[in-house]
């Protein structure tokens, strides 16, 4: 009896698991940028305009980390979320 | 206007850092769930070839020497290679599971590509230093998506394999066109250091 309780319990215990590891790496990835940028601010050349090239304004290593977190987060994670919800 | 090599790393981590993180969830979720999409299963192959036709521009405009070219020319053409591998098998067209070993050839080579490539020592500059730390990280690292040719449905190999993306992009992102490493700077390297340098 024990046993079969507890088959549909692990499952779920599993399931809740990779829904947490999944939803927290985009805020995790994002949260990394933010961090980033408050250590090292003279790495985001907004804040400097005139001292920079264009390249220097298109890549900003601390806002493209912080961009990536929150695409792959809205596009990726949550619609996999769903899916990995309603799987059985 | 061509951009600086440093701008070059950067754009190129993001890509990677992407990869690494799509590489994550699937291994969370595992494969089957993953490629229950179909977007999503033309995701990674098409942005490891993506990574491949990026390196083109690259090549085209940073022929620093001739063994630059040759390290770029490779890296792009096995990048896309093991990237229309990739598709190739999602798709059904390839149906053996060897094809899958361009991959860890592709990681293997850009590997040694990034160490044939700097030619100065590891303690010349920064990026002398992470372009020897990328290569040899890459050819041990290629040894994860070689052994899940073996076996596919490992989850610790997969989470392995994203974080070796992962790590790769993160030393990227450290990559600056002058500074020092661990106080060294070779006085041949140059004169005007990188902004991170004269920070306090």
């Known amino acids: ?88 | 206007m061509t951009p600086p090599a440093e701008n070059v790393h950067w754009l190129f981590a993001t890509l990677l850092l992407g990869f690494g993180l799509c590489l994550l969830a699937r291994a969370i979720v595992g494969e089957t769930l993953w490629n229950g999409s179909t977007w999503r299963r033309y995701l990674l192959p098409t942005v490891l070839f993506g990574i491949g036709a990026a390196m083109w521009p690259v090549t085209v405009f940073f022929v620093v020497s001739p063994i630059h070219m040759l390290a770029h020319t490779s890296w792009a053409q096995l990048m896309m290679l093991a990237g229309i591998a990739q598709l190739g098998l999602v798709v059904g067209r390839l149906t053996s599971r060897w094809w899958n070993l361009l991959v860890p050839l592709a990681l293997s080579v850009s590997g040694a590509m990034f160490v044939i490539h700097e030619r100065n020592p590891w303690l010349f500059m920064r990026s002398s230093f992470l372009h020897h730390l990328i290569g040899w990280t890459l050819i041990i690292g290629s040894l994860l998506p070689l052994a899940l040719v073996f076996r596919p449905r490992s989850t610790v190999l997969s989470a392995g394999f994203a974080g070796l993306a992962i790590a790769v992009s993160v030393m990227l992102y450290a990559d600056r066109d002058l500074a020092p490493i661990f106080g060294h700077l070779s006085p041949l390297a140059g004169t005007k250091p990188a902004v991170t340098e004269v920070q306090p």
């Open chain 1, 1 to 88: 009896m024990e046993i079969e309780v507890a088959g549909p319990l692990e499952r779920a215990s599993h399931t809740a698991w990779r829904v947490v590891a999944l939803s927290a790496i985009g805020p995790l990835t994002v949260l990394a940028g933010v961090v980033w940028t408050v250590a090292q601010p003279y790495r985001l050349t907004l804040l400097d305009p005139r001292a920079h090239g264009a390249w220097d304004h298109i890549a900003q290593p601390p806002l493209l980390v912080a961009a990536i977190g929150l695409l792959f987060h809205l596009l990726v994670a949550r619609p996999l979320r769903q899916t990995l919800e309603r799987s059985p």
